[in-house]
T-cell receptor, first 114, second 115 residues
Framework: AQSVTQLGSHVSVSEGALVLLRCNYS??????LFWYVQYPNQGLQLLLK??????LVKGINGFEAEFKKSETSFHLTKPSAHMSDAAEYFC????????????FGAGTRLFVKA | DTEVTQTPKHLVMGMTNKKSLKCEQH?????MYWYKQKAKKPPELMFV???????INESVPSRFSPECPNSSLLNLHLHALQPEDSALYLC??????????????FGPGTRLTVL
């Protein structure tokens, strides 16, 4: 069965530091992978998605993620954290159960220190 | 218009009440979803509508009753809820139901409290 695992329920970085949020997937077929962000009291917003067109995917707000098949990973990075990046981040995979649905990881809360 | 709207923003109801949540999108999307999200947890899928027909029901209790009157609207009717049903209810839509690479567009959610 397809699934995603996010390593670390909380990540804390200083403003201006590198952001690295980890996601590993489990899939017997090429997966469609997504990163979503959720700000407090809001819905989810797509940051980026992997659809096999390119292994390095660039998203909004300076985020990017690299698909590594050998490591079954799709980690999210941003070179320099900003206070406004503080939010909950979800890695997700699209699965086919006779109709496609999205399975979300447990989420990683990003804290940004001034 | 690239947004999904949800009303009401907040809802407080007793266990004997009947209420409805409403979701609307005008992006021409043909798949619409209801999710339930508890605090500090990821969204949990409840229902999927494809071309206005219910295609996935994740074994949701019958006190939750979805309805898709047309391609732009999605309702969730609530009746005899329990306090543990208190959560953020998110609506989402995506362009094509049969396309795994389509992302979902989420509304801001309805914060439901059951007393």
């Amino acid at each position: 069965a397809q699934s995603v695992t996010q390593l670390g329920s909380h990540v804390s970085v200083s403003e201006g530091a590198l952001v690295l949020l980890r996601c590993n997937y489990s899939s017997s077929v090429p997966p469609y992978l997504f990163w979503y962000v959720q700000y407090p009291n809001q819905g989810l917003q797509l940051l980026l998605k992997y659809t096999s067109a390119a292994t390095l995917v660039k998203g909004i707000n300076g985020f990017e993620a690299e698909f590594k098949k050998s490591e079954t990973s799709f980690h999210l990075t941003k070179p320099s954290a900003h206070m406004s990046d503080a939010a909950e981040y979800f890695c997700a995979v699209s699965v086919d159960t006779g109709g496609f649905k999205t399975i979300f990881g447990a989420g990683t809360r990003l804290f940004v220190k001034a | 218009d690239t947004e999904v709207t949800q009303t009401p923003k907040h809802l407080v109801m007793g266990m004997t009440n009947k209420k409805s949540l409403k979701c609307e999108q005008h992006m021409g999307h043909r798949a619409m979803y209801w999710y339930k999200q508890k605090a500090k947890k990821p969204p949990e899928l409840m229902f999927v509508y494809s071309y206005e027909k219910l295609s996935i029901n994740e074994s949701v209790p019958s006190r939750f009753s979805p309805e898709c009157p047309n391609s732009s609207l999605l309702n969730l009717h609530l009746h005899a809820l329990q306090p543990e049903d208190s959560a953020l209810y998110l609506c989402a839509s995506s362009p094509g139901p049969g396309l795994a690479y389509n992302e979902q567009f989420f509304g801001p959610g309805t914060r439901l409290t059951v007393l």
